[in-house]
């Protein structure tokens, strides 16, 4: 199992996501970052918040790193999105 | 002016947050933080980014804290909200 694991959030339901990385973490990730872009970076804020504070008191987030990524619309026009990417270690 | 400021983010366009956050920059605040609950969240994310990135290079972001807010719905049911401070300073 890679010590190191990727949970990318988009427009499911928030409790995917929290299953999603609670597998990761259950099956053998020390870390686990949760990344989302755009409107799905609430959501993925959530995701953080419910499996530690629902699922795994000793889980802490161990750093939150938010950046710009420049996306081509369908009409060919870059466009600057907010990421975020949120270390989530298994104390 | 107060050494820190605050910039709560709700529902208006990002740029009314940006133009708060850059008046607060500029009229002596060393450090500012951006606060948002819920789907704001990602609107907090976009103002720090355009803070940055646009207006003033030399604003770092110095820490981010996520956590959760326990508030009362309109129906009397207590309600979890996450919330989000992304603290910029000057350099």
């Known amino acids: 199992m890679a010590e190191e694991a990727v949970v990318f959030v988009g427009s499911k339901p928030v409790m995917n996501y929290v299953l ?16 989302a872009r755009g409107k799905a ?5 959530d995701v953080a918040e419910i499996v530690k504070n629902r699922f795994m008191p000793n889980v802490k987030v161990s750093d939150i790193r938010i950046d710009t990524e420049e996306l081509e619309s369908e009409q ?11 270390e989530l270690v298994k104390e």
């Open 20 to 35: 999603a990385t609670l597998t990761q973490l259950n099956e053998g990730a020390s870390k686990v970052v949760i990344k």
């Open 41 to 45: 970076i609430s959501r993925a804020v």
């Open 76 to 86: 060919g026009r870059i466009v600057n999105v907010s990421t975020i990417e949120i």
